[in-house]
């Protein structure tokens, strides 16, 4: 089965400090991605990487940055908190086949909440 | 317009019931196709993925796609208590991009 793991089941942080989110992955997928959940709005993704060292943007990057230094290892950044980052963050990984489902397996989410 | 709309619920039916779960889409180029379900506090855990349209059974799970419609639904025969949770639908293009684009979920409630 596939695993991905994440640092923190729940974080409170305070306005304006830095931030690390960790995810780690067991299945040497090749893609892995960042969302966050809030009520009413889904999952939106914030970034996705496709192999080390590489990352493209999602489509709510602002106010984030990301890390992927090992192929298995996935860092989410929030370089200075504030209020409106409070969510559950989850990240995923795919494997990275041409034509393949693009089928996501996610980890069990960290709730942040920014004070 | 979102491009994926799935109505949120509440759903609530009783122990035993049929449940059709749908979304729909704007984009024509999504070629894959998925059923996520996320119970309260946990990440989404795959349920069903299809290509193109078509049906696909597994065990009480249907998925069925329509894309001259653009319309996916979810069909859960004899409904349990467990089946109480969040499903997301989800979708993807055939190349490109490797994200997916998701519903924003409807929330099912099975009473016993």
């Known amino acids: 089965d596939v695993k991905v793991t994440q640092s923190s089941r729940y974080l409170v942080k305070r306005t304006g400090e830095k931030v690390f989110l960790e995810c780690v992955q067991d299945m040497d997928h090749e893609n892995m991605f960042w969302y966050r959940q809030d009520p009413g709005l889904g999952l939106r993704l914030i970034y996705f990487s496709y192999d080390v060292k590489m990352k493209e943007k999602g489509d709510i990057p602002e106010g984030y940055s990301v890390s992927r230094e090992k192929k298995e290892r996935f860092s989410l950044i929030l370089e200075s908190a504030s209020t409106n980052q409070t969510s559950m963050y989850l990240c995923?990984?795919?494997?990275?086949?041409?034509?393949?489902?693009?089928?996501?397996?996610f980890g069990p989410g960290t709730r942040l909440t920014v004070l | 317009q979102k491009e994926v709309e799935q109505d949120p619920g509440p759903l609530s039916v009783p122990e035993g019931a049929i449940v059709s779960l749908n979304c729909t889409y704007s984009?024509?180029?999504?070629?894959?196709f998925m059923w996520y379900r996320q119970y309260s506090r946990k990440g989404p855990e795959l349920l069903m993925y299809t290509y193109s349209s078509g049906n696909k059974e597994d065990g009480r799970f249907t998925a069925q796609v329509d894309k001259s419609s653009k319309y996916i639904s979810l069909f859960i025969r004899d409904s349990q208590p467990s089946d109480s949770a969040t499903y997301l639908c989800?979708?993807?293009?055939?190349?490109?991009?490797?994200?997916?684009?998701f519903g924003s979920g409807t929330r099912l409630q099975v009473q016993p």
């Open positions: 995923a990984s795919s494997p990275g086949e041409a034509g393949g489902s693009n089928t996501q397996y």
């Open positions: 984009n024509s180029a999504f070629q894959y």
């Open positions: 989800a979708m993807s293009l055939d190349t490109g991009r490797r994200a997916l684009t």
